[in-house]
């Protein structure tokens, strides 16, 4: 088993967000994670790449223990992470980002920035501009390619898709699935409001509410249950009314 989370309980200091979470992703295996705004999503990616302590439970990665391990050193035993929010250099060039991403990984990260730039152009068109002044899509593009930059076994995306244009979607699914067939990765991704397109080229989907994994189920299931279009109808209502598990913790988690 390439990921396997077991009975982690996390959160932000005192504030315990997920309880007792269990799920598992396997080599070469796309799974979803999808649930309403403030069920924890946001907080589990985080807890995964190292970015927010383990109080309690296990997580490991193709077998080797990282809970309590540092961002960096957990960076290093294979799991690639790109937050929903800043993730990426803002005042840097495009391609100073990708070189950034690249020190990490030594040498062979070094030679993983020009294959980057190859698969999309664009990458390579900006070198020299801000990261800050690229659309949506195209810092999305730069953040999964400085993710991938050291060949990640692991790689988590935290709705990377929210708020772009359908041609972006596109590129994203379509280049993440092809990583998942074609090189083994494993994928845990985080979807947002508009699913459907992840979902049909995921295999599994854990729902989560809560803090909690309330089920499991192959993704066509929830494509077809009708589960989905209540779930983001109640998401809807939860946003219009201002509500939310985030109050103090704002913004700690989605």
């Not at 589990?44 to 439970?57: F, N, R, W």
């Not at 296990?58 to 809970?67: F, L, N, Y």
């Not at 800043?86 to 005042?91: D, L, P, T």
């Not at 379509?174 to 049909?200: C, F, M, R």
Request: net charge negative; aromatic share 4%; no cysteine.
């Amino acid at each position: 088993m390439l990921l396997e989370v077991s009975g982690v309980r996390s959160g932000y200091a005192r504030v315990v967000i997920l309880h007792d979470v269990t799920l598992t992703v396997e080599t070469g295996e796309l799974v979803t994670l999808f649930g309403p705004n403030g069920a924890g999503k946001s907080t589990l990616t985080k807890t995964i790449a190292g970015h927010l302590p383990v109080k309690q439970g296990e997580i490991s990665v193709d077998g080797t223990p990282v809970h309590g391990l540092s961002a960096a050193k957990v960076a290093s035993a294979g799991v690639g992470y790109v937050p929903q929010e800043s993730n990426i250099f803002g005042e840097m060039t495009v391609r100073e980002n990708l070189d950034v991403s690249a020190l990490a990984h030594g040498h062979r990260g070094a030679q993983m920035v020009e294959p980057a730039v190859a698969r999309f152009p664009i990458l390579g068109e900006r070198s020299r501009q801000r990261a800050s002044t690229l659309s949506g899509g195209e810092r999305q593009i730069l953040a999964i390619s400085s993710a991938l930059i050291g060949e990640p076994k692991l790689l988590l995306l935290d709705e990377p898709t929210s708020g772009l244009a359908p041609s972006f979607v596109d590129i994203i699914v379509d280049w993440i699935s092809t990583l998942v067939a074609e090189q083994g990765t494993g994928v845990l991704w985080v979807v947002e409001q508009n699913p459907a397109p992840i979902l049909e080229v995921s295999s599994r989907t854990y729902v989560l509410e809560g803090g909690q994994i309330n089920a499991e189920m192959p993704s066509a299931a929830l494509l077809d249950s009708g589960r989905l279009e209540r779930a983001i109808l109640e998401e809807r209502e939860i946003l219009e009314e201002g509500a939310g598990r985030e109050v103090d913790v704002a913004a700690m988690d989605e």
